[in-house]
């Protein structure tokens, strides 16, 4: 990659935490949390859009920027008042900047007059006439539009009169579209440079429907120490790309050091308080959780070792390998740190999906967002967007109501969808709750028979009936349409999520809407492990969803008829899973009464024992890939690498249930006489 290909590339990226920092700003505006300093950090985050867009050549985010900027200044200056009008505007015109920033990223061109009504609004709410006749007609420009370049050259003894060129710039931006480009040439060396002395030229494209005169009156009165040259008209020229840094009138470091003091607020005690952060690459993060992997198992390897040594003959290395653990444990934990991402770069991206899904179907919805700071692991946010975007489409089209149907039912008109998350017993959890008319089960029942998905004879309980949406092809809208209908979203989510090692399950009361929970691993790199024998063979349960484990007693071990095994306890009666007879492994502990029972938690939270012959230890363990090493196992979630050298399976018990249901083949159920005598 050269090194333009990365400035870039880092631009991009800028761009989007800019973005994500505007829609929250946006989203305490509209819930009348915003005051001044709100609207000056939108202003900032613009203006730095705007100003490493015209540093790339990108011109129409430029242009639209800058018209997007004009009504923050407006606001910054009391100009123009805040009003929902107003604020809706932003949120519009924000979106469609983010929309121009993801074109010119994939080099695709929207069409020419995708921002065009926004583009004339904003420049009728800031009053900007020139940048709004643009607006109106842009593939038509007014008869006297005209690009000119100038060359602005301040002599040196500038400052010495009093006067300020970034002033003279700001004059020169009100005539239209401006684009500077600094010429650093004159700078001397550190040593040599005298603050009372002026250094910086810039080279300016104007695009403006003033006359020379008007240019030239801004300098009048500068005539004396400030060289300008207005070149002719360039209108018919093709604009090169601009390869130099763009410092446009009023951006960037040049902005910081010359102008707005007098009128910028102080910083907020949060932002003089941020700890300075550097920019690295994705690959070299990946590449140092891949060597504290590789040390886990090595660690691993010499304590396995170590144990079987004399403790009165070794007791200094023990303890240093006792030490070596702990600080091995302390730098996996620093480093799986350093990959976690907070989920708002992914809520950020759901208000203006609902915003856009109420308007097209008629609704009036609120959302609120909490937790959005739970951090969770690069490789599992990435993730989570297609499933977030499944689940509020499904609750803004089948959930909340039309307004005249919410006030008939006593609610108001309009409807909320709360998301969430926050971390629970080393997972992160996510939830989205609706005030919708939530899960009208008797549909999902007769439409799920309808398919063949249920016998017609069958009893299902209200949490099965509502977990029947998670089928793949089911669906109960009445009409396929580009939002649903076609059966796919909810069998998408749950997929999604099963494939991160998550679970996610459904609940609903009929008239008061209906809440989603995923269940996700904080990391997929390196997770805590009990270690359990299997006949000749090793697996590793994750720690995370163990409930309890016990050696059972005969009575409490019952067949149920086509169903296998469970286990009663404690009035309630567990499916059993013998993990011998699931992965066809020999010589293994076929009574659970002669082995151990471990209770987990499966697939929507309901309880799963998996039936093992011991529980060896408790570890770190390094997740790989099975996918990308062998090929996908129903029921593992990954390998890693044991103490001894011996190649584990992890379990996924998420996909358990569905591996040992009676549809399953007959070899993963353990037939009646296996074990007999210990049957009651």
């Known amino acids: 990659m050269s090194a333009f290909d990365h400035l870039r590339g880092t631009y991009f990226e800028e761009c989007a935490e800019l973005l994500d920092a505007t829609y929250a700003h946006l989203a305490a505006i509209e819930d009348g949390r915003g005051d001044n300093e709100t609207v000056h950090a939108i202003f900032r985050a613009i203006h730095s859009i705007k100003g490493g867009g015209g540093a790339f050549g990108f011109g129409r985010m430029v242009s639209f920027a800058h018209a997007l900027e004009s009504v923050l200044d407006s606001l910054r200056d009391g100009r123009l008042q805040l009003s929902a009008e107003i604020a809706s505007l932003l949120l519009r015109s924000t979106d469609i900047l983010g929309d121009l920033v993801a074109a010119a990223r994939t080099g695709t061109a929207p069409a020419e007059d995708f921002e065009t009504v926004a583009l004339a609004a904003l420049c009728q709410a800031s009053g900007d006439e020139t940048n709004r006749a643009e607006a109106v007609a842009p593939d038509r420009p007014p008869a006297d539009m005209r690009t000119l370049r100038l060359r602005i050259a301040p002599q040196r003894s500038m400052f010495r009169y009093a006067n300020e060129p970034l002033l003279l710039l700001r004059e020169l931006r009100r005539l239209g579209l401006l684009v500077l480009t600094a010429d650093l040439s004159g700078l001397p060396d550190l040593e040599a440079m005298d603050p009372e002395d002026a250094y910086l ?22 005539s004396d120490c400030c060289d300008v040259r207005v070149a002719a008209d360039i209108s018919g020229e093709v604009a090169a790309p601009v390869v130099a840094p763009v410092v446009d009138a009023g951006a960037g470091p040049v902005a910081e050091s010359w102008g707005d003091r007098a009128q910028k607020p102080a910083p907020s005690p949060a932002a003089t308080a941020n700890s300075p952060s550097i920019r690295v690459d994705v690959e070299k993060v990946d590449r140092l959780v891949n060597l504290v992997g590789e040390m886990v198992i090595n660690q691993a ?30 730098l996996q934990e620093a480093v799986m740190a350093v990959r976690a991402q907070p989920v708002k770069s992914v809520f950020s991206r759901m208000p203006r999906l609902v915003r856009e899904l109420s308007a097209q179907l008629g609704k009036e919805v609120r959302l609120v967002l909490t937790g959005e700071g739970t951090e969770i692991d690069k490789t599992v946010i990435e993730q989570l967007a297609d499933p977030l975007t499944h689940m509020l489409r499904n609750a803004l089209d089948h959930g909340i109501e039309l307004p005249h149907e919410r006030l008939a039912a006593g609610k108001p008109r309009q409807g909320t969808i709360t998301l969430g998350a926050a971390h629970r017993s080393g997972r992160i959890v996510i939830d989205m709750t609706d005030d919708g008319r939530g899960i009208a089960r008797d549909r999902v029942l007769a439409k799920a028979r309808a398919q063949g998905l249920v016998s017609p004879d069958a009893a299902l309980s209200d949490d099965e009936i509502d977990n029947l949406i998670f089928a793949p092809g089911f669906s109960t809208a009445e009409a396929v349409s580009d939002i649903s209908g076609r059966g796919v979203g909810m069998d998408v989510v749950k997929r999604n999520i099963q494939d991160l090692s998550g679970r996610v399950s459904v609940s609903s009361a009929p008239g008061r809407g209906a809440r989603f929970t995923l269940s996700l691993p ?44 469970v286990l009663a306890i404690r009035g309630e009666y567990i499916p059993l899973v013998y993990l011998h007879l699931l992965f066809g492994v020999p010589a293994a502990v076929s009574d659970p009464c002669s082995g151990i029972i471990v209770i987990v938690e499966g697939e929507g939270g309901r309880p799963i024992g998996l039936v093992v012959d011991d529980l060896l230890t408790q570890q770190q363990v390094v997740v790989k890939s099975l996918e990308t090493n062998f090929g996908a196992v129903d029921g593992i979630g990954g390998a890693t690498i044991l103490g001894d050298g011996k190649v584990a399976l992890i379990i996924d018990v998420g996909r358990l249930r569905a591996t040992s249901s009676p549809g399953a083949p007959e070899r993963q159920r353990l037939p009646a006489a296996a074990h007999a005598p210990a049957m009651h």
């Open 522 to 565: 904080l990391t997929l790199a390196i997770l805590d492990g009990m270690v359990v024998a299997v006949g000749p063979e090793c697996y590793i349960i994750p720690v995370t969803t163990v409930v309890e484990s016990l050696r059972p007693k005969p009575p409490q071990i019952h067949a149920v008829a086509g169903h296998g095994y």
């Open 201 to 222: 030229a810039w080279d300016a494209t104007l695009t403006t429907t003033a006359d020379r005169g008007a240019i030239e009156e801004i300098f009048d009165f500068v």
């Open 301 to 330: 390897m010499l304590v396995q070792r170590g144990a079987q040594l004399p403790p009165e003959m070794c007791a200094g290395l023990l303890s240093g390998l006792e030490t070596m653990s702990q600080h091995l444990r302390e």
